[in-house]
């Protein structure tokens, strides 16, 4: 349809009467001008007329026979349905105006009966109501297609009457048919969880009784299965002229992935990936909840246990992540079976665990929960049929006021936990609030140490290493340093074990590898000897977890310009142990280019005869413990037995820790070939060891 103006646009299908000519005529002369009025001689001319367009109306003017009449106006309307087709009946004309209102029309007119005026005015009527005809039609259309395709359910309330009208959608989202709900609100009703019913039907009926806007309440349904969904209720309310509630109609959406969504989120934020046990943020929530149940009840008393799993990091490198992760599951497992139902287990990341106990009264209780998480935690775990063996240090800690925070809490287990690893694997440690001084200091330390590595705040010292046979010095044990801003010089005893947790021990270790190398090449230059002097370096096994460790020491060396043969790294008898077989592998690889690899306080491992039967090793250290009891028979039974094996598989010795001339002349009555210590020199700083070379030997 064009767009309307003040008179509808016309086209006049005559029929060749001469009433109909003067009708026509008088409605052209009643017309702004003279365009508003078109005519065609037949039926077949006008519809070409009308393709092309601009035309309101249609007035069907012909004698024609009635079922002809009929089948005019059911053509126009199938071809150009928005347009108004009136009817002009003439004395003689058998067409009848009900057949064609039947047919389509929107009205007939006797001729005789009206002017032109009244037939203009008849025509402005009867495109009005084509018009609003149409609109209602493509409404009506629009809404059936948006009922079809919403996922919403759509419900109407008669308040005249009660009666309620539910889509089928809206059953469907409960999991009913088409008649299966009744149409009384009380069968709506009947669909609402009982615990939100009563709130639903306050809420409809406060909105009948003043309600203005939009009702919008989310709240559950009940599903036919059995189970319940999640949905939101909108509505509105309609009043008729008097202001009087008149009806309330809406919609019903369902909400039930949403709201998964939501909770699987919450979960997720809330919830270790892993394991599935609550996170840190969690489980200081109930930590939280739980000191406050506690203050003023004896009954719900509360116990903190910190547990980490001990050689997580070796078992990652030898045997892959997806093992240890695999592992941390089963430690999971296994803590859940341990602790009661009102109990919380939390992952707080890495291998580390925390366990809220409730209702432990005294520390004994504590640690008899601890005892039954190592317990568990220490039967055996099988990877693709190998038995692998894992311990876990703990820390308890309990309130120790009614004021303790739950970070404090968690700090308190945690510093105790560190205390029971730093003392070996295995162990239980209690928080004991008066070291809590020296945990910060702990702390404090570390903060310290890793400033000082990054700044390179360290100095090296060395130690001659001596032959028993001339008192010759044949190389240096390299040994560094912390300078201190406050405390001088720190032995390495002080800070080594916490450069070792921290993991500071990586790049501290090789900055003094470089510092030594380069100072071992400068003493073969200024000072030589035959065989050159050589240097020894005690590194910790995780600089080579790295796999470009073995790049690192042969670029190390290289700047240095130091023979393989001149540098000895000296490694504890854990380190298999601790690492795994990747890092003995990269120091096969260093032995297989020349470097020396040497065992550090041998004897006092693990099992010292099995590592020499897995690895070849270029020499070893008797540990000074053995040194120093030389006139104890055992301990000098021990260090026949370890130069004895040593001469028979080809492997060098030092012994360490020699202070007195009376283990000095019973090391060599022994024929032990090396040794270092007090009696010889202490560690010198450069220019003190370059006075001693200066002499070649120490006696």
């Known amino acids: 349809m064009v767009e309307r103006s003040a008179e509808p646009t016309v086209l006049w299908v005559e ?165 299966e709900i009744g149409d009384r609100l009380v069968d709506w009703l009947d669909w609402v969880v009982d615990d939100d019913r009563g709130f639903v039907r306050e809420a409809l009926s406060s909105h009948v009784a003043q309600g203005d806007g939009v009702l919008a309440l989310e709240h559950r349904m009940r599903h036919r299965d059995g189970g319940e969904r999640w949905v939101l209720l909108r509505g509105a309310l309609s009043r008729d002229p008097s202001g009087r509630a008149a009806c309330m109609a809406g919609s019903l959406t369902d909400l039930s992935a949403r709201k998964r969504a939501e909770q699987q989120s919450l979960h997720d934020a809330l919830h270790d990936p892993l394991t599935g046990l609550p996170n840190r943020a969690l489980f200081l929530d109930r930590l939280t909840l739980a000191l406050s149940a506690a203050r003023g009840a004896p009954e719900a008393a509360v ?38 139902p009102s109990d919380t287990v939390a992952r707080l990341g890495g291998d580390e665990f925390a366990l809220l106990a409730t209702g432990l009264r005294d520390v004994a209780a504590a640690v008899h929960l601890a005892e039954k998480v190592q317990q568990e935690i220490a039967l055996p775990f099988f990877e693709k049929g190998e038995e692998i063996q894992v311990e876990a240090s703990l820390g308890i800690a309990l309130p120790g006021s009614a004021e303790t925070s739950a970070e404090g809490l968690l700090r308190d287990a945690d510093l105790a936990m560190v205390r029971a690893k730093a003392g070996g694997r295995g162990r239980i440690e209690v928080y004991d609030h008066e070291r809590h001084a020296a945990a910060v200091e702990l702390l404090r330390m570390e903060r310290e140490l890793r400033r000082a590595v990054a700044m390179g705040d ?95 020491v042969l670029r190390i060396l290289e700047v240095s310009r130091l023979a393989p043969e001149s540098l000895r790294l000296e490694v504890t008898e854990s380190v298999a142990l601790d690492h795994g077989e990747p890092v003995m592998a990269r120091l096969r690889a260093l032995q297989t280019l020349g470097v020396q690899l040497s065992i550090d306080d ?98």
């Open 303 to 340: 116990a903190l246990l910190f547990l980490d799993v001990d050689r997580l990091q070796a078992i990652n490198d030898s045997l892959g992540h997806a093992c240890g992760d695999r592992l941390l599951v089963e430690v999971a497992a296994r803590l859940r079976r341990v602790v009661r």
């Open 602 to 699: 041998f004897g006092t491992g693990y099992s010292s005869l099995s590592y020499l039967q897995r690895f070849r090793y270029d020499s070893l250290k008797i540990d000074r413990s053995f040194v120093r009891d030389l006139e104890v028979q055992d301990s000098r039974v021990i260090v026949e037995t370890i130069l004895a094996l040593a001469s028979h598989l080809g492997i060098g010795v030092v012994a360490e820790g020699v202070e007195t001339g009376e283990q000095l002349a019973r090391l060599r009555t022994l024929g032990c070939p090396l040794a270092q210590g007090y009696w010889f020199a202490r560690p010198l700083d450069v220019p003190d060891a370059e006075a001693l070379l200066a002499t070649q030997a120490v006696w």
């Open 458 to 552: 360290f100095v090296m010292h060395y130690q001659p290493i001596v032959s028993l046979d001339s008192g010759a010095i044949v190389g240096f044990e390299a040994l560094t340093r912390w300078r201190h801003p406050e405390r001088g010089l720190v032995a390495p005893a002080q800070f080594i074990a916490v450069a070792e947790e921290t993991g500071l021990i990586v790049p501290l270790g090789w900055r003094v590898l470089e510092w030594a190398c380069a100072q071992a090449e400068e003493w073969q230059r200024r000072f030589p000897a035959d065989p050159p002097y050589f240097m020894s370096v005690n590194v910790s096994g995780k600089l080579f977890t790295q796999e470009s460790a073995v790049a690192q």
């Open 15 to 179: 029929g060749g009467l001469a009433g109909e000519r003067r009708l026509f005529a008088e409605l052209a002369s009643v017309r702004p001008t003279e365009d508003r009025v078109e005519r065609c001689a037949d039926l077949d001319g006008a519809l070409a007329r009308l393709a092309r367009g601009g035309f309101d109306a249609v007035v069907l003017a012909w004698p024609g026979d009635a079922e002809g009449g009929a089948a005019a106006v059911r053509r126009l309307r199938h071809e150009h349905p928005q347009l108004t087709v009136l009817g002009l009946m003439f004395p003689g004309a058998p067409v009848l105006g009900r057949d064609l209102l039947a047919a389509g029309a929107d009205d007939c007119l006797i001729a005789a009966e009206v002017d032109a005026r009244m037939l203009s005015a008849a025509l402005r009527h009867a495109c009005e109501r084509r018009r609003l005809a149409v609109e209602l039609a493509s409404s009506e259309a629009r809404l059936a297609l948006v009922r079809r395709g919403s996922n919403d359910g759509l419900w109407h309330w008669d308040l005249a009457t009660g009666r309620v009208h539910l889509s089928l959608r809206w059953k469907q989202i409960v999991g009913c048919g088409g008649d």
